[in-house]
Every structure is written in structure tokens, then in C-alpha cells.
């Protein structure tokens, strides 16, 4: 009786586990613009995802609700503009320009995400937009600054509870090296060079 009572209480379980929301996993979507060209990847139902861009475009992903039906229901972005395009700045590093933008587009029934690397106006080669610089009535928002190495952009939420996260890896173009960090390369140097010299001495034989 017992064993009929735990084979039971494991057929429920393994049920709740079928049953359960697809929430618990999300499917992430990943823009590298590390070169000359902004490259997308993708995993989970995004796994076949792989697209190239070049810089100073607009790099768009159509998403596919999770499930036929499924409907766009919000994202935790930060900026909300008339609750269909949701938006983030990514900062140039070291400086207070605007240098790259994820914009994310509810067309209800899917979403386009666009990340614009170094847009007309907003870095690069041309004249770069300074943080909190009002555009038809919008600040120029700065919300993360380039790093180099991957960040979290934000997640869409779709009405069955599904999650999709997008990343973002953004050079840092206009890093300059520091005077200390010039002072320790250069030394760095130098005792290599030292080492070096020193081991061409010991192996040359004597006159």
C-alpha cells in the first residue's frame, strides 16, 4: 500500500513537472560588436540565429512569440516610451557620449529588437551625442557603459510568462591607456628585455 501511495505521489510530480510554465528558462539573444561587424547568436529556440551587420546600421532581430497565440507583455528596460518601444544607452567609455542603443519594438504578437552600433550622430567618426541631449522632447539616455566584456540588456516578458534575455558585448573604443598603466608596461618591458640580454651573455661563450 505504501509503495502504491509513493508511486502515486511521483506520477504527480512528474506531471506538475511537465505541466510546469516554460518561465524557468529563458532564451537569450547575443549582439557582439567587438570588430568591424556587429554579430548575433542565439540559444535555446534562437539557437539557429546567425546574422552580421556592419557598424553604424541598424542590426534588427524579429522575435517569434515562444508559442503560437503568445503576446507580447512588457520588459524591464528602462526607458517606456508609449508602452510599444522600450529603450537603453550604452555609454562610451571614459566620456558622457552616447556611443551604442538597444531599442526594443512590441508589435504585439512579436518584437523586433535593434541595437544600433555607433549610429549617425551618436559616435564613431562622426560628432558623438552627450548623454541627457533632448531629441524631439527625449533625453539621450546613458544607462550602461561599454565594457568590453558581456552585459545583461534587459528581458521581454510574453503573456504566458516566458522570459527572453538580450546581451550585449560593446567595445571600448575610445579607451586611452592611463600614465601608470604606460609606466608599468614599460617596465615590463624593460625587465624582459634585461632577462634576455642576460641569458645571450651567460650562453655566449668567452673569446
Known amino acids: 500500500m505504501r509503495f502504491r501511495k509513493a508511486v502515486l505521489a511521483v506520477s ?3 506531471a506538475c513537472f511537465m505541466l510546469a510554465p516554460r518561465s524557468a528558462k529563458a532564451d537569450d539573444i547575443f549582439f557582439t560588436d567587438l570588430g568591424d561587424t556587429i554579430l548575433v547568436t542565439g540559444n535555446g529556440r534562437f539557437s539557429s540565429l546567425s546574422l552580421s551587420c556592419p557598424e553604424a546600421v541598424i542590426c534588427t532581430v524579429l522575435i517569434a512569440p515562444p508559442s503560437p497565440g503568445d503576446l507580447f507583455s512588457t ?3 528602462p526607458h517606456n516610451l508609449a508602452n510599444t518601444l522600450f529603450s537603453l544607452g550604452i555609454r562610451e567609455n571614459g566620456s558622457n557620449t552616447l556611443s551604442d542603443a538597444l531599442v526594443i519594438a512590441n508589435l504585439f504578437s512579436s518584437a523586433a529588437v535593434n541595437f544600433l552600433s555607433d549610429p549617425p550622430g551618436t559616435g564613431g567618426d562622426l560628432p558623438g551625442v552627450p548623454c541627457g541631449t533632448v531629441i524631439d522632447g527625449i533625453p539621450v539616455p ?3 557603459t561599454e ?4 552585459q545583461l540588456a534587459g528581458t521581454i ?3 504566458s510568462g516566458t522570459q527572453d534575455r538580450i546581451f550585449f558585448t560593446s567595445d571600448m ?4 591607456p592611463e600614465p601608470a598603466s604606460l609606466v608599468l608596461f614599460g617596465s615590463g618591458l624593460a625587465l624582459a628585455g634585461g632577462f634576455l640580454r642576460r641569458r645571450w651573455r ?3 661563450p668567452a673569446a
Not at 565594457?147 to 558581456?150: E, H, R, W, Y
Not at 573604443?173 to 586611452?176: A, I, K, R, S, Y
Open 12 to 14: 504527480l510530480l512528474v
Open 75 to 77: 520588459t524591464n528596460f
Open 142 to 144: 546613458c544607462d550602461i
Open 147 to 150: 565594457t568590453g566584456v558581456q
Open 157 to 159: 516578458t510574453w503573456v
Open 173 to 176: 573604443t575610445n579607451e586611452t
Open 202 to 204: 651567460l650562453g655566449t
